[in-house]
């Protein structure tokens, strides 16, 4: 059973910083592509960033120079720094794992920045 945990998020007020984790269990950590995605009220889920087994990274242009992914395959963990938060980072914020042709979420952690 593949599982998903994230924790990290919280209040925050503008130009703060936030670390988000999700550990997972269940799957060979480093065949997979692990991702962070957000999701405001009355908003589609969209893509935030994404790091693959080989720590290749992508990011959506609204969280560049700010957020920055990374993985430690030894903790089964991925990581989202997040800095200079402004009010439209806040959102629910989700861990995801693509692994063997099949696709994983967490449970969502809030993310809220005060102006």
């Known amino acids: 059973q593949v599982q998903l945990v994230e924790s990290g998020g919280g209040l925050v007020q503008a130009g703060g910083s936030l670390r988000l984790s999700c550990v997972a269990s269940?799957?060979?950590?480093?065949?997979?592509?692990m991702g962070w995605y957000r999701q405001a009220p009355g908003k589609p889920r969209e893509l935030v960033a994404t790091?693959?087994?080989?720590?290749?990274?992508n990011y959506a242009d609204s969280v560049k120079d700010r957020f920055t992914i990374s993985r430690d395959n030894a903790k089964n963990t991925v990581y989202l720094q997040m800095n200079s938060l402004k009010p439209e980072d806040t959102a629910v914020y989700y861990c995801?794992?693509?692994?063997?042709?099949?696709?994983?979420w967490g449970q969502g952690t809030q993310v809220t920045v005060s102006s």
């Open positions: 269940g799957i060979i950590f480093n065949r997979n592509t």
């Open positions: 790091t693959t087994s080989t720590s290749s990274t």
């Open positions: 995801r794992i693509d692994v063997l042709g099949y696709t994983y």
